[in-house]
């Protein structure tokens, strides 16, 4: 059974950083593409980045390009969101999500076959 487990979400003041965890049981992790999507309150789940199964590039949404990093540790079975700069429309429910070797709709949210429970990032001004 596949299990993707976010962390490290929580309060941080505009201009401040965080790094999310997501923690992947049950599937071969390198032969994943994994995906960071957001959703805030009222609104779709939306793209913010991925990274490319096995030692492949990410890739990322123009609205966190520079500010947000997207990386994998394949020996932890883990994949990491990096965010800095962070404003206070960032805030939002955080999802990693996985998807075997490499979607052409990478940035889509039907691209992917596994979610996470998704962690609150709330950016207060």
């Known amino acids: 059974q596949v299990q993707l487990v976010e962390s490290g979400g929580g309060l941080v003041q505009a201009g401040g950083s965080l790094r999310l965890s997501c923690a992947a049981s049950?599937?071969?992790?390198?032969?994943?593409?994994m995906g960071w999507f957001y959703q805030a309150p009222g609104k779709e789940r939306e793209f913010v980045g991925a990274?490319?199964?096995?030692?492949?590039?990410?890739y990322y949404a123009d609205s966190v390009k520079g500010r947000f990093t997207v990386s994998r540790d394949n020996a932890k079975n883990t994949v990491y969101l990096q965010m800095d700069s962070l404003k206070p429309e960032d805030t939002a429910v955080y999802y990693c999500?996985?998807?075997?070797?490499?979607?052409?709709?990478?940035?889509?949210?039907?691209?992917?076959?596994?979610w996470g429970q998704g962690t609150q990032v709330t950016v207060s001004s």
């Open positions: 049950g599937l071969t992790f390198v032969d994943y593409t």
């Open positions: 990274v490319k199964w096995n030692a492949g590039p990410a």
């Open positions: 999500a996985a998807r075997k070797y490499f979607p052409y709709n990478y940035d889509s949210v039907g691209a992917y076959d596994y």
